[in-house]
């Protein structure tokens, strides 16, 4: 046995040695060698047309695509496009599930509930709770992302993607971070879940990290509505009426760019300090423009990207709409669980420019940036004790028209400050429970798991922290 | 299970595989399919497996792992999708999870799916597998975009100077799917004996080295089917060859076929 | 308390602290951690070190030396050498120094854990070349042995450190010192740069700043006593032969000799094409390594394809596919010069 042994552990020594005598090169030698070896196989079995004609097609798309006074532009309208399908598209088909699972179908059950004797308590957790919440995260998630899922996967078969990425590479080269990162950054945009997964297109490690980390910072289309309904409500009111729908439209856009901002500094710190010692290799293949297949595309993209981040919201939604319901239903001395929350935490989120509504539904509602207002809605109705609005206690509601909104955040104390803090926390918070997962999935790691949750929030709380003192201080 | 006399017996290594998370309880021939990026692999893959599909992770590692069956000729067939590389000699996990699962895991056939406009790239993942296994069939994938782009590929010559066989497909069209599984069953029954290409070298140092230590781990693992390439993953540090050496798991791969060395 | 102002300046007042804190480098935090780091262990294994170092140089080691080297008093220094003659690890003849074989073992025990991390360093991160050294004096006091050899495991076993030093095996196997100094060069001979010495760090860093790195093709030009004048691939290049000591160089084993400045990838305008010479050995590790499974290796027909809007990257055409490369790695592909091509 101790023989082996000795042969085994000499064939070991004898390569240490070979490897002090060839240096460093044998990995170059053994790659020139082989592709020596393919480039003369390849020279007997292809055979290539003149070079005008191969490629010509995707030559001639490149040379337009990169080129100095179209790239740009076609890139943003094709973008532009897309997301703007997204939110138009979104609309109806949106409404109509609202209103056959919300509408609908929830006082069906409450009543069946109600005729088989379930008691109070449980038809809350699970109807009011647990069901609300899911059909909530199913009828205002599922839409926009059934629609620009298949777009983006469309872009990305048809090949143009990478086009893209090779031509933001400048600016996510300063700032430590891949080309690639424009792409996950737009798909943030569409879903943060999704966008992290994405990040797997970005082959080095480093760079990979932090495209996950920052991935957050593209408003999703979770957030949208909660920013739209917040411009209309404080800063368009704040403006002549016929300035209104400009002004609250460019103060959406205005921290949507805040964001984009907000990631490539993150980025080039993250590049500098906590990530320096991670490794890092750039390459970007532009492979040929192949013709997208539709159908195939519809089929993965729903499989593979929208069910997918779906079902893990609507895992999420269960329990957190279990618990929204039991905050506010749960008494201790007559006082909700979720009152006496607002009330101890009221006077910490005053100096952040919030209120213990907002602290709250944050946590709460943290499976889905979606049920985020109609948590705040039931929430202040619920601490203000307002009679006939909304559907009773733990229920989260939502209402049609922005005026009766604000009168509901104006009685719960908002002021323009409040909406505009929010917008501000709303962008800089902690990814939902879907997307701190998915990281956690990933990256397989705590650590980035933590900073990725934790750095947005800390960035949000400092944020509006100096912004409500110096607007207090500048007000006053 | 080891029995050199059987020609059309299954070849590959059960109990590597069982510690590759692979389960062959209703399996008659394990494929591997290998590829690089972009080349249209997963595109063979769904076309081969249809639904019959599932994904997860490679065992200990968070590199993504799909998996699914055929049938074909009677035989059940396990495919099981490596991650796509350009290379199996770099340190990074991918590349290790592929070779490693090639070289221990010993599955039926390999199918490396190449891109038919970037043969000359394409072949260095192909050379290097040729060096691990020799049960490979080579899925010429994409010939509708080599023929739009006005590029032949001859694949009889290709198949000759590799001896491996080489099946033009446009997996999207689902041209060549029933040639290549026709191949497939071929080389997994034995049917078809393949005499992959060898790597030619013209570095003195290199050849010497890599001779020297193959036959030294012949003489140790006589029954290894491919001591070049045990070699050059010592000259290149790979831990798990060092490990497997060292415990001798190297011994207990099944007998493929003996390769000679060859030289430039 | 809930005044603006009093807030406000609260807020600055714990931004201000938290950055004195945790600043890299000269922050608190950091400070406290590199403290606690100059303790005894540390000390007696850079003494191991450097006796190991004077041994393998053939230079004769002594207390002052000793002390000198590691910045302590002559009597920390001879207590240090008390301690470890009393631990076994080396013996004292009359001046003279030496390790026992324990000695020698756990020096290159630590002498391992330095340069594999320097490897590491080098290959895997993004930190540049004169932070290794400082961030390996101070790993290599702290890796376990099990730790160690996972590290090495994971970066492929290397065997030479990114200076050109050979790296332990971990039973403690190190070939004989190879090469000679820069200096010995004749006027016309060709060779490559095997080592580069890391300390003294001021003229380490004066080699950094001229941009040479082991692998990089020497042409010497003329060597006397007040200077050393050569060519290193192909750039002219002048150091003082003091400094030109702590160069090491070897025979060129597998790269063809080049002459003349070398033509870079990133020279190529669009359209145009080139023959890849080789890839700097300062592009290292992955990044190297993906270059070259991309198909970018000595003799690769290379051209440029497209420029992106701003200039950089540019997508090459390589063996039929189309890769983008940005600026800075272009500028370390070397293409073989156009009348050598025929």
Same mark, same amino acid.
């Given at each position: ?7 085994r552990?000499k ?7 070979f ?5 460093? $090169?044998? !990995? ?5 060698n082989?592709y020596?070896n ?9 055979k290539?047309?003149d070079?005008e004609i ?13 080129s100095?006074?179209?790239g740009?532009?076609?890139m943003?309208?094709?973008l532009?496009v ?6 138009q598209g979104s ?23 109600a005729?088989i004797?379930?008691p ?8 009011d709770?647990?069901?609300l919440?899911m059909a ?14 298949p777009?983006?996967?469309?872009l ?10 090779f031509? /933001?590479?400048p ?6 971070a891949?080309?690639?990162q ?5 798909m %943030?945009?569409?879903c ?10 970005i082959?080095s ?9 920052? $991935?957050?910072?593209s ?10 309904l ?6 368009? &009111? ?7 729908g ?8 205005f921290i949507?760019?805040?964001g984009?901002?907000?990631s ?9 300090s ?12 532009l ?6 297949r539709?159908?195939q595309?519809?089929?993965t993209?729903?499989?593979d990207?929208t069910?997918f ?5 609507v895992v ?9 319901w ?12 979720a009152?006496?929350?607002?009330q ?15 602290f ?14 109609p ?19 733990g229920? /989260? ?5 922005s005026?009766d ?5 104006q009685?719960g ?14 962008l800089?918070h902690?990814?939902?429970?879907t ?6 999935k ?26 409500t ?6 007000t006053? | 299970?080891?029995?050199d ?6 070849? !590959? ?7 590759l998370?692979?389960?062959?309880s209703s399996?008659?021939?394990?494929v591997?399919?290998?590829g ?12 081969l497996?249809?639904?019959?599909q ?10 993504t792992?799909a ?14 999708d490596?991650?796509?590389t ?6 990074s996990?991918?590349?290790?999870v ?10 039926d056939?390999?199918?490396i ?17 040729l ?9 010429l ?15 009889r010559t290709?198949?000759k ?17 029933n040639?290549l ?18 790597i ?5 140092e ?7 230590? &193959?036959? *030294?781990?012949?003489?140790?693992f006589?029954n290894?089917? $491919? ?16 490990n ?16 000679e060395?060859?030289?430039a | ?26 922050g608190?935090?950091s ?7 100059a ?9 191991l070190?450097?006796?190991y170092?004077c041994?393998?140089n053939?230079?004769?080691c ?6 000198g ?9 001879a ?6 003659q009393?631990m076994?690890?080396?013996?004292v003849d009359r001046d003279y120094?030496?390790?026992?074989s ?6 290159l025990r630590?002498?391992?854990?330095h ?5 590491f360093?080098?290959?895997e991160?993004s930190?540049?070349?004169?932070d ?9 006091h702290k890796?376990?042995?099990e730790e160690?050899? +996972? ?12 200076h %050109? ?15 000679k100094?820069?200096?010995? /060069? ?9 080592h ?7 003229i ?11 692998? /990089?093709?020497?042409r010497?030009?003329e ?6 004048k050569?060519?290193a691939?192909? *750039?002219?290049?002048?150091l ?9 160089i070897g025979?060129?084993?597998f790269? +063809?000799?080049v ?8 020279h190529?305008?669009?359209g ?7 890839i ?6 992955q990044?190297?390594r ?8 000595p ?5 440029a394809e497209?420029?992106?809007? &701003?200039?950089?990257?540019?997508a090459?055409?390589v ?21 050598? +091509?025929?």
């Amino acid at each position: 046995m101790e023989k082996i042994l000795d042969q085994r552990e000499k064939i070991i020594s004898e390569a240490n040695k070979f490897r002090w005598e060839l240096g460093e $090169n044998l !990995h170059d030698i053994l790659m020139e060698n082989i592709y020596e070896n393919a480039a003369e196989i390849a020279k007997k079995a292809v055979k290539y047309p003149d070079k005008e004609i191969a490629f010509s097609f995707d030559r001639t798309l490149d040379k337009i695509l990169t080129s100095k006074y179209l790239g740009f532009p076609l890139m943003f309208i094709m973008l532009g496009v897309v997301f703007w399908l997204t939110i138009q598209g979104s609309n109806y088909p949106s409404g109509l599930l609202s209103n056959l699972l919300v509408d609908t179908i929830h006082p069906v059950l409450r009543s069946f509930a109600a005729n088989i004797g379930f008691p109070w308590w449980l038809s809350g957790v699970l109807i009011d709770g647990a069901y609300l919440s899911m059909a909530w995260v199913v009828s205002v998630m599922l839409p926009p992302m059934a629609i620009f899922f298949p777009l983006y996967t469309l872009l990305e078969d048809f090949g143009y993607l990478p086009r893209v990425a090779f031509n /933001m590479d400048p600016l996510y080269k300063k700032v430590g971070a891949h080309g690639r990162q424009a792409l996950t950054m737009a798909m %943030g945009f569409g879903c943060n879940a999704a966008g992290v997964i994405a990040t797997r297109v970005i082959d080095s490690p480093r760079e990979r990290l932090i495209a996950i980390i920052t $991935n957050n910072f593209s408003l999703c289309n979770g957030r949208w509505p909660t920013q739209i309904l917040i411009a209309t409500v404080f800063i368009g &009111s704040a403006v002549p009426a016929y300035l209104a729908g400009i002004v609250s439209a460019a103060a959406v856009v205005f921290i949507a760019v805040l964001g984009i901002i907000f990631s490539l500094l993150v980025s080039w710190f993250l590049s500098r300090s906590l990530l320096k010692g991670e490794a890092s290799a750039f390459s970007l293949e532009l492979p040929p423009y192949r013709p997208p297949r539709v159908l195939q595309t519809l089929y993965t993209s729903l499989i593979d990207r929208t069910i997918f981040v779906l079902w893990r919201a609507v895992v999420f939604s269960v329990p957190a709409g279990m618990l929204i319901w039991l905050v506010a239903n749960v008494t201790i001395d007559g006082v909700s669980l979720a009152n006496h929350f607002i009330q101890y935490v009221n006077p910490i989120a005053f100096v952040f420019g919030l209120n213990g509504v907002i602290f709250l539904a944050y946590i709460i509602a943290i499976p889905a940036n979606e049920i985020v207002i109609p948590t705040i809605l039931m929430l202040t109705v619920a601490n203000l004790g307002i009679q006939g609005v909304g559907a009773g206690s733990g229920v /989260m509601f939502e209402l049609e028209s922005s005026a009766d909104v604000a009168a509901i955040l104006q009685a719960g104390g908002w002021t323009i400050l409040t909406g505009i803090n929010l917008m501000l926390f709303s962008l800089l918070h902690n990814p939902c429970s879907t997307t701190i997962f998915t990281i956690y999935k990933e990256t397989r790691s705590w650590k980035w798991t933590l900073v990725s949750t934790f750095l947005p929030i800390a960035m949000g709380l400092t944020i509006t922290f100096f912004v409500t003192q110096i607007w207090r201080l500048v007000t006053n | 299970m080891i029995n050199d006399n059987c020609v059309n017996c299954p070849a !590959h290594n059960l109990s590597n595989l069982k510690k590759l998370g692979i389960d062959m309880s209703s399996f008659d021939y394990v494929v591997a399919l290998a590829g690089n990026p972009n080349t249209g692999k997963s595109t063979v893959f769904n076309y081969l497996t249809g639904l019959k599909q599932h994904t997860g992770n490679w065992p200990g590692k968070t590199v993504t792992r799909a998996e699914g069956g055929f049938e074909y000729n009677g035989k059940k067939f396990k495919l099981v999708d490596l991650p796509g590389t350009y290379s199996l000699l770099s340190t990074s996990v991918d590349e290790e999870v592929a070779r490693d699962f090639i070289l221990f895991g010993q599955p039926d056939v390999t199918v490396i799916v190449i891109d038919a406009t970037r043969v000359e790239r394409n072949l260095n993942l192909v050379l290097q597998i040729l060096e691990i296994t020799d049960r490979v069939v080579i899925c010429l994938n994409l010939m509708d975009e080599a023929r739009r782009n006005k590029i032949e590929v001859d694949a009889r010559t290709l198949s000759k100077e590799l001896g491996v066989p080489v099946v033009p497909t446009a997996a999207r069209q689902g041209e060549g799917m029933n040639e290549l599984l026709k191949y497939i069953y071929e080389v997994a029954t034995g049917a078809y004996v393949c005499k992959p290409y060898r790597i030619k070298s013209r570095s003195k140092e290199l050849n010497e080295a890599i001779d020297k230590l &193959s036959k *030294e781990i012949q003489q140790e693992f006589p029954n290894l089917p $491919n001591t070049r390439w045990v070699a050059l993953r010592l000259l290149e540090g790979d831990q798990n060859i060092i490990n497997a050496i060292r415990n001798g798991e190297l011994g207990n791969l099944n007998v493929q076929k003996i390769v000679e060395l060859q030289e430039a | 308390m809930n005044e603006p102002l009093t807030l406000l300046l609260l807020g600055f007042a714990i931004l201000i602290l938290v950055f004195v804190l945790v600043k890299p480098e000269s922050g608190i935090i950091s400070l406290l951690l590199k403290n606690k780091n100059a303790n005894q262990k540390t000390l007696l294994e850079d003494a191991l070190k450097f006796i190991y170092n004077c041994e393998y140089n053939k230079i004769n080691c002594t207390l002052n030396s000793i002390a000198g080297n590691l910045n302590i008093s002559a009597d920390a220094a001879a207590g240090i050498v008390a301690k470890l003659q009393n631990m076994g690890l080396i013996q004292v003849d009359r001046d003279y120094l030496t390790l026992t074989s324990e000695g020698k073992s756990y020096a290159l025990r630590v002498i391992r854990v330095h340069r594999l991390w320097e490897k590491f360093l080098a290959d895997e991160t993004s930190m540049t070349e004169k932070d290794w050294h400082k961030a390996a004096e101070e790993i290599e006091h702290k890796l376990s042995v099990e730790e160690t050899e +996972k590290l090495a495991a994971q970066i492929g076993n290397p065997v030479f450190d990114p200076h %050109g030093d050979p790296i332990p095996t971990a039973e403690g196997e190190l070939p004989e010192k190879a090469g000679k100094h820069l200096t010995e /060069m004749k006027p016309g001979e060709i060779a490559t740069i095997i080592h580069i010495e890391d300390e003294p760090h001021a003229i380490y860093s004066q080699i950094l700043a001229e941009g040479l790195y082991p692998g /990089m093709q020497i042409r010497m030009i003329e060597v006397n006593d007040r200077r050393v004048k050569f060519e290193a691939n192909g *750039e002219e290049c002048i150091l003082s032969p003091l400094i030109a000591k702590s160069i090491t160089i070897g025979p060129i084993k597998f790269e +063809k000799p080049v002459e003349g400045k070398l033509k870079t990838l990133s020279h190529l305008k669009v359209g145009e094409k080139g023959v890849v010479l080789g890839i700097a050995k300062s592009l290292r590790g992955q990044q190297r390594r993906r270059l070259m499974d991309l198909g970018i290796v000595p003799g690769t027909e290379i051209e440029a394809e497209l420029e992106s809007i &701003s200039g950089d990257p540019v997508a090459y055409r390589v063996r039929g596919a189309t890769i983008a490369l940005r600026k800075d790695q272009a500028d370390k592909i070397y293409l073989v010069k156009e009348e050598e +091509k025929n």
